[in-house]
């Protein structure tokens, strides 16, 4: 079992930024952040592999920026340049093998 810890968000005007972490316990291979606006489906914003690959969605690209620290199994998230449609709630997520784990989620608000 991986147990995933997340840190960060809060409400940021646009424009500004914010940071996300999270910690895992146990060894993993990707890591990742997602995010779900209300009445929307949970989609990918960033993945980092476990030899540092990176992958972000269109919207994000040129303003978030993953990073790994693979010796401490953290992940994070530094978000800039903030839109209002940014706004959700952000879940680490945390692959090995054939398993997804996942963290509570933390509520990101972008205001206009």
């Known amino acids: 079992q991986v147990r995933l810890v997340e840190s960060g968000g809060g409400l940021v005007q646009a424009g500004g930024s914010l940071r996300l972490s999270c910690a895992a316990s146990g060894t993993i291979n990707s890591m990742g952040w997602y995010r779900q606006a209300p009445g929307k489906q949970r989609e990918l914003v960033a993945i980092v592999t476990s030899i540092g690959s990176t992958n972000y969605a269109d919207s994000v690209k040129g303003r978030f920026t993953i990073s790994r620290d693979s010796g401490k199994n953290t992940v994070t998230l530094q978000m800039n340049s903030l839109k209002p449609e940014d706004t959700a709630v952000y879940y680490c997520?945390?692959?090995?093998?054939?398993?997804?784990?996942w963290g509570q989620g933390t509520q990101v608000t972008v205001s206009s």
């Open positions: 997520n945390a692959a090995r093998g054939i398993y997804d784990y």
